[in-house]
């Protein structure tokens, strides 16, 4: 676990992305959607897409909630090493709070993986905009702390790149949903409904097409900027050893040994 525990963040580096770009290819072939930056959710609105959306998705995130665990018993580690919790009394709440904050993050992205936008658009709605801004939420801290952590577990550029993608990916989260609200709203002015199979077929002859496309673009910006931050942990867990758990059982009834003297008496008695 030792050795491979930093290829963690490479695997989710290349899961996160590559499910939703799995299920674009067979979204568009089947021609459930459009070819040009179709939204990440219609994508894995149809079937057979979007089993094959939940059950990538319901793998990456047990792979995220496994790094966030182990990042946040480094950042405990780290603080009781430096014997400094006195002079940053707020450090393992604040580390808690970044935790509870990736969690909310994976089970968002659990829920919108699970509850498609063609069946229950509310809740997987609330699921993406629970990843998304947790996520946010996330990356902020950890660069924070981060920079508390330096030098000794993480150079300053690493505490940038963190701080940049953090930036980036709120400013996409926000522009995302604002122009895809402006776009629907164009498309309500004039077909009088929201019609989820226009969306899907969403093309430059139809009104909110230049937003819509912004807001697809936007999304793959952002859920490639998640992973290019967890990428990052790949410097730090380097540095990280886990150790398995051990396994004690326990019979009911406890077993009683053979004694030396009756292995030797019943030996001499065969003998």
Same mark, same amino acid.
Not at 11 to 38: E, K, M, Q, R
Not at 51 to 74: E, P, S
């Given at each position: 676990?030792?050795?491979?525990?930093?290829?963690?963040?490479?695997?989710?580096?290349?899961?996160?992305?590559?499910?939703?770009?799995?299920?674009?290819?067979?979204?568009?072939?089947?021609?459930?959607?459009?070819?040009?930056?179709?939204?990440? &959710?219609?994508?894995?609105?149809?079937?057979?897409?979007?089993? @094959?959306? %939940?059950? !990538?998705?319901? #793998?990456?995130? /047990? +792979?995220?909630?496994?790094?966030?665990?182990?990042?946040?018993?480094?950042?405990?580690?780290?603080?009781?090493?430096?014997?400094?919790?006195?002079?940053?009394?707020?450090?393992?709440?604040?580390?808690?709070?970044?935790?509870?904050?990736?969690?909310?993050?994976?089970?968002?992205?659990?829920?919108?993986?699970?509850?498609?936008?063609?069946?229950?658009?509310?809740?997987?709605?609330?699921?993406?905009?629970?990843?998304?801004?947790?996520?946010?939420?996330?990356?902020?801290?950890?660069?924070?702390?981060?920079?508390?952590? &330096?030098?000794?577990?993480?150079?300053?550029?690493?505490?940038? @790149?963190? %701080?940049? !993608?953090?930036? #980036?990916?709120? /400013? +996409?989260?926000?522009?995302?949903?604002?122009?895809?609200?402006?776009?629907?709203?164009?498309?309500?002015?004039?077909?009088?409904?929201?019609?989820?199979?226009?969306?899907?077929?969403?093309?430059?002859?139809?009104?909110?097409?230049?937003?819509?496309?912004?807001?697809?673009?936007?999304?793959?910006?952002?859920?490639?900027?998640?992973?290019?931050?967890?990428?990052?942990?790949?410097?730090?867990?380097?540095?990280?050893?886990?150790?398995?758990?051990?396994?004690?059982?326990?019979?009911?009834?406890?077993?009683?040994?053979?004694?030396?003297?009756?292995?030797?008496?019943?030996?001499?008695?065969?003998?």
């Amino acid at each position: 676990m030792a050795s491979k525990l930093r290829f963690f963040p490479i695997t989710v580096f290349f899961a996160l992305p590559g499910s939703f770009l799995i299920t674009y290819l067979i979204s568009a072939l089947l021609n459930h959607v459009d070819f040009i930056l179709p939204a990440i &959710s219609d994508t894995g609105a149809s079937v057979p897409e979007s089993c @094959v959306f %939940g059950m !990538l998705l319901n #793998l990456t995130v /047990a +792979l995220l909630l496994f790094i966030v665990y182990v990042r946040h018993k480094q950042i405990s580690e780290f603080f009781k090493a430096k014997s400094i919790n006195k002079s940053k009394e707020h450090i393992a709440l604040i580390n808690m709070i970044s935790t509870c904050a990736g969690v909310l993050s994976c089970i968002g992205l659990d829920i919108a993986a699970n509850f498609q936008i063609s069946h229950l658009p509310p809740v997987h709605d609330c699921g993406i905009l629970l990843s998304f801004w947790c996520s946010a939420v996330y990356i902020f801290i950890q660069t924070v702390i981060s920079f508390w952590m &330096s030098p000794e577990m993480t150079a300053l550029w690493v505490v940038a @790149v963190r %701080g940049t !993608l953090g930036m #980036l990916a709120t /400013a +996409l989260i926000v522009i995302s949903i604002s122009v895809e609200l402006v776009a629907e709203q164009k498309l309500i002015d004039v077909y009088g409904t929201f019609n989820r199979s226009v969306i899907a077929h969403w093309n430059s002859s139809q009104p909110g097409w230049p937003e819509h496309v912004t807001s697809g673009l936007s999304q793959w910006i952002t859920v490639t900027t998640i992973g290019l931050f967890i990428l990052t942990y790949y410097i730090d867990f380097k540095r990280v050893t886990i150790y398995p758990p051990e396994l004690v059982m326990h019979a009911d009834p406890v077993p009683k040994p053979v004694e030396a003297t009756n292995f030797r008496s019943l030996q001499y008695t065969y003998s």
